[in-house]
């Protein structure tokens, strides 16, 4: 335990850095309780960006960078199909998509790299974001569409009893909330009690095992890119219901990226706990250590969301390097 | 060895005349023998002699540049590990390889995974055919549990249990397979010699009981010499010797090879 410390230490200080606004009477508790309510919903999505990551990466060791092109591609699909049918038919049409393209991704990158380096697999990811990005525009088009979910957008106001004032949620982000929730839930389902999930835990533990037990590496791939597009699916349309579908919406893999150096890439746990933490941390750095840095330093204090993140993943880089979840790493030499 | 469950039967499994090459490097050469239905066999050789390369061209992990694998009649020289693994062979790692991540029962559970039919939104929910599936197949796999002796451990992590417990566990995954063939890559490779004579008694006992035939690899020429029926040695990749431990224990070329005589 004693070599825990640094991260101890930097769990406590994040800890702290929470409850201070609070504490010193900085916000009043519902401002609080809303800035939280709204990290933790960033939080939702990053996750299930980095849920993605780690479930391919898990399976096999390929550490996909293609996971937000495969999301604003996913999302894309998904808007175009829905002006043309109702919305839970072009969902199901868009999941379909995303399994032809897991088999694609197989076929045509994955297998005749096998057994290649692992940044050799990472390129060819890489190449497929380009290709994605490319191709989501030339066949579903480059503005900005909408998805609507047909839920309410006006926030509500609860908890005024408790709270002066009240606190404003949004209705959609709620039930953006409990899609994720229930999502996890099948996903935590499917690889504990199916004989398949079963399957791709044996996979992402050791291969050449898992194949002379007669499981097919190649079909299991498939299986574990299709279920990282579905979740890819999943967090387009949440996004794209938000602030529309745009090539913007690729740029949140780049934030997924801290949410799972913090959370640990071969953890499905650490990819949703990662996210929480990175969302509500940004969000309150952004609204509380902003103005303290304006009265202090004399700076203009805005943009915290957009480089706090990997400030966060650079720290625990350096105290546990594997993660909070992840695997420790052990090299036979 | 005469007082068996089951009689030595026809020939199961024939390796036909295979070479296998590295770029420039020989690890097989022109190495034919045969496998009979129930019998244990071992292939011996030291260091180098091309003994687990031949388990990974049985088991389909290479694929040799000539010569074929016939098994229960077919042909085969192309086939990957999962197809061997659904046409009834098994294996065991000399470094083992189980799965870290989940308790002994799911590891032994991982072996059935090619018999389970039942659909996916059944078994996650545990309903109706799923269910009776899965009790079906715990029941086998408790079986072999009993029969391997590693009921206290069922629960436990692989990864915390000591060296011999795991190669057991590997054991029972192969086995839960129901594997007409067993390939035994060095058993009893990093053993003591409680565990190695526990091993013994275990390949014996699966043999007898199952009637699983069983082709190993050892380095160490008397653990074999007790349990085989017959030996194959190899030495340089190539076939030196071939028959019951006592006629290959006299073979002059065999002495040669273990005692180290110049090429």
Same mark, same amino acid.
């Given at each position: ?50 849920? %993605?990551?780690? *479930? $391919?990466? #898990? ?9 937000? !092109?495969? =999301?604003?591609?996913? /999302? ?88 002066? %004032?009240?606190? *404003? $949620?949004? #209705? ?9 929730? !229930?999502? =996890?839930?099948?996903? /935590? ?145 | ?263």
């Amino acid at each position: 335990m004693a070599r825990n410390w640094p991260v101890v230490l930097l769990c406590a200080a994040l800890l702290v850095g929470l409850a201070l606004p609070l504490a010193t009477g900085a916000s009043p508790p519902g401002f609080y309780v809303e800035v939280l309510l709204g990290g933790l919903m960033t939080g939702v999505l990053y996750s299930l960006v980095a849920m %993605g990551f780690a *479930l $391919i990466f #898990k399976a096999s060791g390929v550490f996909n960078f293609a996971q937000g !092109a495969m =999301v604003l591609f996913a /999302a894309l699909a998904v808007a175009r199909l829905a002006e043309r049918m109702p919305l839970w038919a072009a969902i199901l049409l868009g999941i379909v998509v995303m399994i032809a393209l897991a088999f694609v991704i197989e076929r045509v990158v994955l297998r005749p790299l096998v057994n290649q380096e692992g940044i050799a697999l990472f390129m060819a990811t890489l190449g497929v974001t380009f290709f994605l990005d490319g191709f989501g525009q030339t066949v579903w088009g480059s503005d900005i569409y909408k998805i609507d979910l047909g839920i309410a957008k006006e926030p509500v106001m609860v908890l005024q009893g408790l709270f002066q %004032g009240g606190i *404003l $949620i949004n #209705k959609e982000d709620v039930a953006a909330a409990l899609v994720a929730v !229930a999502l =996890v839930a099948v996903l /935590a389902l499917f690889f504990q009690k199916t004989a398949t999930g079963r399957a791709l835990r044996a996979v992402a533990d050791d291969h050449q095992a898992a194949q002379s037990i007669g499981i097919p590496l190649n079909r299991m791939w498939v299986i574990v890119w299709s279920v990282a597009g579905i979740v890819a699916l999943v967090a387009g349309v949440i996004w794209g219901s938000r602030l529309g579908v745009q090539f913007s919406v690729s740029l949140v893999a780049l934030k997924a990226l801290p949410v799972v150096i913090l959370g640990g890439l071969t953890s499905v746990t650490g990819a949703i706990v990662g996210g929480l933490i990175i969302g509500v941390g940004e969000k309150m750095a952004e609204v509380f250590l902003g103005p303290v840095l304006v009265k202090t330093f004399d700076l203009a204090g805005g943009g915290i969301e957009n480089w706090f993140a990997y400030v966060l993943a650079l720290l625990f880089l350096l105290v546990r390097p594997q993660g909070l979840f992840g695997e420790k790493h052990i090299d036979r030499v | 060895m005469s007082q068996r469950g089951n009689p030595i039967g026809e020939v199961i499994l024939s390796v036909e005349g295979v070479s296998l090459a590295f770029g420039g490097v020989r690890a097989l050469t022109d190495v034919s023998f045969e496998v009979r239905e129930h019998e244990v066999r071992a292939i011996i050789g030291p260091n180098g002699a091309g003994k687990s390369s031949m388990l990974n061209v049985i088991n389909g992990v290479y694929h040799p540049q000539q010569g074929t694998i016939r098994f229960l009649g077919q042909t085969y020289h192309d086939m990957d590990p999962h197809e061997t693994a659904l046409a009834g062979i098994a294996r065991t790692f000399q470094n083992l390889a189980l799965f870290k991540g989940m308790s002994v029962l799911e590891n032994i559970l991982t072996g059935r995974n090619l018999r389970m039919r039942a659909n996916l939104l059944l078994q996650a929910l545990r309903a109706g055919p799923a269910l009776r599936e899965e009790i079906e197949h715990r029941e086998r796999v408790e079986h072999i549990i009993d029969f391997l002796e590693i009921q206290p451990w069922r629960k436990t992590p692989v990864g915390r249990l000591p060296y011999g417990l795991q190669k057991r566990v590997d054991l029972a995954r192969a086995l839960a397979m129901e594997p007409r063939v067993l390939l035994l890559d060095e058993p009893m490779a990093g053993m003591n010699l409680e565990e190695k004579q526990d091993m013994c008694r275990f390949i014996l006992d699966v043999n007898d009981h199952f009637g699983t035939t069983i082709v190993l690899i050892e380095h160490d020429m008397g653990v074999v010499m007790d349990i085989s029926d017959r030996v194959v040695v190899l030495d340089y990749g190539k076939k030196i010797g071939d028959g019951t431990p006592h006629e290959v224990r006299a073979s002059q070329a065999v002495i040669d090879a273990y005692l180290g005589v110049s090429h």
